[in-house]
């Protein structure tokens, strides 16, 4: 199962990509509104969550996305519940994903140092310890970064081939999409 957590203000093309190439991949994901059931984007847009951050469980995780927007990442930073999920994916070794400005979130709590990342252009000093590079998609290790709503496919068959351990799968469901990578 994994986990993407929507707070108000949220970027939509961040949250959504991933659900969306995540589910044609058949990886079970479900949206968590970290500020209610039903939570409003960055750019007006709402969604439905599947469950609220209080229904939310340990159980069968696989790993956990945070998008990026303003001010949606500093409310996923200020949600002592969505901190806990940070450090119970660390601790586990499951796979994070953080787009645009949610990798300060990871660079605050020391996640970055010495590690590969991306970000939205002006959180590089946010990323505490990180080599931010300039590309849409960053995997190091169980953490996979990206820059921004451009690269929100790029980071979605990114982290799906991270979560599925399975290149070729994310390759597929590009092909279906007819996306190029």
Known sequence: MVYVFLAKGFEELEALAPVDVLRRAG?????VGVTGKRV??????????????????????????????MPGTT?????????????????NNKIIG?????????????????????CYTGFEKELTGAHVLDRPAVRDGNIVTGWGAGGAMDF?????EAVSENEELAKKIARQMRYSV
């Open 40 to 69: 409003s984007g960055s750019h007006g847009i709402s969604v439905n969550c599947d469950i609220t951050i209080s229904e939310a469980t340990f159980n069968e995780l696989d790993g956990i996305i945070l998008p990026g927007g």
């Open 156 to 160: 979605a068959l990114a982290y799906l």
């Open 75 to 91: 409310n996923l930073e200020a949600d002592q519940t969505v901190q806990k999920f940070i450090d119970y994916a660390v601790e």
């Open 98 to 118: 953080a787009i645009c400005a949610a990798p300060m979130i990871l660079g605050h709590k020391g996640l970055l140092r010495g590690k590969n990342a991306a």
């Open 27 to 31: 990886v079970e994901v479900k949206t």
